[in-house]
């Protein structure tokens, strides 16, 4: 058994985990939201989430992870295997790809970027002095 042949069985048993974490997610999803699983980034005192709506954030959750190993996946077969130059701009338009469905999934979930920080208040005109 040769470097190549362990990298591209670790690139596929990667991806592989990466498939298995959104089935899973999605299979597991089911009864948290059923029974009314409520995610950590709510605020405190939010109303309680819907089913249709709890169920859409947890897998939400479930498809970021899992897409989060495809891109690992992606990049240990196709650096650590295949370095041309096709190859790595192939993986860069998957990874743009990728990355972009991930915003967007971050986004729809916690209804904020990646970037902004958690807790933060919409922002308050400041206020100026009397005078």
């Known amino acids: 058994m040769d470097f190549r042949h ?3 069985t670790v690139g596929e048993f990667v991806d ?3 498939v298995a974490v959104m089935v899973i997610g999605a299979l597991i999803s089911i009864p948290l939201a059923l029974r009314g699983h409520q995610p950590r980034s709510l605020p405190a005192g939010a109303e309680k ?3 249709y709506r709890s169920y859409r954030q947890l897998l939400g959750r479930s498809i970021l992870l899992g897409l ?3 891109v ?3 990049i240990i077969k196709t650096v650590a295997v295949t370095p041309t130059y096709e190859s790595v ?3 860069a338009v998957i990874v743009l790809i990728r990355t972009f469905l991930s915003f967007s999934l971050e986004l729809e979930i916690t ?3 990646p970037w902004q920080k958690e807790g933060r208040e919409s922002a308050k ?7």
């Open 6 to 8: 362990i990298i591209e």
């Open 16 to 18: 592989f985990a990466g």
């Open 49 to 51: 989430l819907g089913f």
């Open 68 to 70: 989060e190993l495809l």
């Open 72 to 74: 690992a996946a992606d």
């Open 89 to 91: 701009g192939v993986l």
């Open 111 to 113: 209804g904020r970027w």
């Open 125 to 131: 005109p400041a206020e100026t002095p009397a005078g």
